[in-house]
């Protein structure tokens, strides 16, 4: 009989394809792991610029955390996203207002009949 050890050494080599599949791999996890950093760093910087709106601000630490601004005034977390925005908790509630302000219906007229 024949022995097949040979296949198992030499696909166990790293200087051959398998060794480059590793390295780009590798390579390819780096990168996208610096990208992701990036877009991170980036987002953050967006939510606590102050060449942005507080309506951005919010908008942006919504996106950065996956999460949407309670409608509850007194809400907990309001703190923490003025901090994490540099807003007040004044400018956290008046954005909270304005979209209650957008969600509202517009009052009907009253028709005469």
């Known amino acids: 009989m024949t022995s097949s050890s040979w296949v198992f050494s030499s696909h166990s080599s790293t200087s051959g394809p398998a060794g480059e599949l590793i390295t780009d791999y590798r390579s390819r996890l780096a990168l996208e792991q610096s990208q992701a950093a990036e877009l991170r760093q980036q987002e953050l910087a967006e939510q606590t610029s102050e060449f942005n709106a507080p309506e951005a601000r919010i908008r942006a630490w919504e996106k950065t955390h996956g999460l949407r601004l309670p409608r509850e005034s007194t809400h907990s977390v309001l703190r923490v996203v003025a901090t994490l ?3 007040t908790l004044e400018q956290v509630h008046e954005e909270q207002r ?3 302000a957008l969600a509202a219906p517009a009052p009907q007229s009253a028709q005469t009949a």
């Open 85 to 87: 925005t540099h807003l």
């Open 98 to 100: 304005r979209r209650s």
